[in-house]
């Protein structure tokens, strides 16, 4: 009886200890959520309305020299990047992202088997996820992590590879995808064309002259698209990357909280085991002193 006793209470000391380690992990996401939180936030409107300007004005200007970026070739060669989280802890929000990746490669099982699929993987979980099960498909490199620093500084290299070699008819199609932010409980995965750019169309309900806008370009518009469209690229890919940021810790935050009150349950479940067998131990003591003394009686 004093073994199980022993066993239940080493047992309740180490799901102690893992509840202090999810409530500190909790913790610590919350803190770096707010952050995350605060930088997906404001840059989202800013680069959904360039976004949306830039889809504008290359379905004004198609044809020029600088509209490179949204010219729609035949899709020979293709390059999906995946944007996951470095660490793992955090729920199923990097498995949700790999389906998702898995979804959108198999869209291009015709590039695959010619060997013209690429795979650019941005954080080290969908790398360690697929590096086997996509083999036969190139993968640029191991993986890259850019999540120690996520200024526009250090990560702008990624859009300007990835614009490079589109532009040079390296690729013909670069998807992404990503997780996006809703907020501290929600996240979901997206995959989006990257470039070429999507030209905005007009709808039977929505008047075309309302979708297009008519630009005025100061002081000339080839210098100015050749400096802004790369521009708003960048900012497009930054915010994929802010909203898996954002994204991975909202979702260990959520995750570790789940662990700690689970952890919680465990404890109050092992307290009641662990009371029931105190209390048959010291019956039973106290049934063998009664035995015991009634033997010395007689």
């Given at each position: 009886?004093?073994?199980?006793?022993?066993?239940?209470?080493?047992?309740?000391?180490?799901?102690?200890?893992?509840?202090?380690?999810?409530?500190?992990?909790?913790?610590?996401?919350?803190?770096?959520?707010?952050?995350?939180?605060?930088?997906?936030?404001?840059?989202?409107?800013?680069?959904?309305?360039?976004?949306?300007?830039?889809?504008?004005?290359?379905?004004?200007?198609?044809?020029?020299?600088?509209?490179?970026?949204?010219?729609?070739?035949?899709?020979?060669?293709?390059?999906?990047?995946?944007?996951?989280?470095?660490?793992?802890l955090c729920g199923a929000f990097n498995s949700n992202i790999i389906k998702k990746a898995v979804e959108l490669i198999g869209?291009?099982?015709?590039?695959?088997?010619?060997?013209?699929?690429?795979?650019?993987?941005?954080?080290?979980?969908?790398?360690?996820?697929?590096?086997?099960?996509?083999?036969?498909?190139?993968?640029?490199?191991?993986?890259?992590?850019?999540?120690?620093?996520?200024?526009?500084?250090?990560?702008?290299?990624?859009?300007?590879?990835?614009?490079?070699?589109?532009?040079?008819?390296?690729?013909?199609?670069?998807?992404?995808?990503?997780?996006?932010?809703?907020?501290?409980?929600?996240?979901?995965?997206?995959?989006?064309?990257?470039?070429?750019?999507?030209?905005?169309?007009?709808?039977?309900?929505?008047?075309?002259?309302?979708?297009?806008?008519?630009?005025?370009?100061?002081?000339?518009?080839?210098?100015?698209?050749?400096?802004?469209?790369?521009?708003?690229?960048?900012?497009?890919?930054?915010?994929?990357?802010?909203?898996?940021?954002?994204?991975?810790?909202?979702?260990r935050m959520t995750a570790m909280d789940n662990a700690t009150e689970n952890a919680q349950e465990l404890l109050n479940e092992?307290?009641?085991?662990?009371?029931?067998?105190?209390?048959?131990?010291?019956?039973?003591?106290?049934?063998?002193?009664?035995?015991?003394?009634?033997?010395?009686?007689?």
């Amino acid at each position: 009886m004093s073994g199980q006793l022993k066993e239940v209470r080493d047992r309740m000391k180490s799901v102690k200890s893992t509840q202090q380690i999810t409530r500190a992990m909790k913790m610590v996401s919350a803190a770096k959520l707010r952050k995350a939180q605060q930088a997906i936030v404001e840059m989202r409107p800013y680069a959904d309305r360039l976004n949306r300007m830039l889809k504008n004005i290359l379905s004004n200007v198609e044809g020029d020299v600088n509209t490179s970026f949204g010219v729609e070739r035949e899709i020979n060669k293709v390059a999906i990047v995946i944007v996951t989280s470095h660490r793992g802890l955090c729920g199923a929000f990097n498995s949700n992202i790999i389906k998702k990746a898995v979804e959108l490669i198999g869209k291009y099982d015709a590039q695959r088997q010619a060997g013209n699929l690429d795979i650019i993987f941005v954080g080290r979980k969908g790398y360690d996820a697929l590096k086997r099960r996509f083999a036969d498909c190139n993968l640029v490199q191991d993986y890259i992590d850019v999540y120690n620093d996520l200024s526009f500084e250090n990560t702008k290299q990624i859009p300007e590879l990835l614009m490079q070699t589109f532009k040079e008819g390296t690729y013909d199609r670069i998807d992404v995808c990503y997780g996006r932010f809703k907020n501290a409980a929600v996240q979901f995965p997206e995959g989006v064309q990257f470039l070429p750019v999507e030209k905005m169309e007009g709808t039977a309900e929505q008047d075309d002259s309302k979708m297009k806008a008519d630009y005025i370009f100061e002081p000339n518009k080839d210098e100015l698209l050749e400096s802004l469209i790369p521009s708003i690229l960048q900012t497009t890919f930054q915010k994929f990357l802010l909203d898996t940021n954002a994204s991975e810790h909202g979702a260990r935050m959520t995750a570790m909280d789940n662990a700690t009150e689970n952890a919680q349950e465990l404890l109050n479940e092992l307290r009641i085991n662990y009371n029931k067998a105190r209390q048959e131990a010291i019956t039973k003591e106290l049934s063998e002193i009664v035995g015991g003394a009634a033997a010395l009686a007689g």
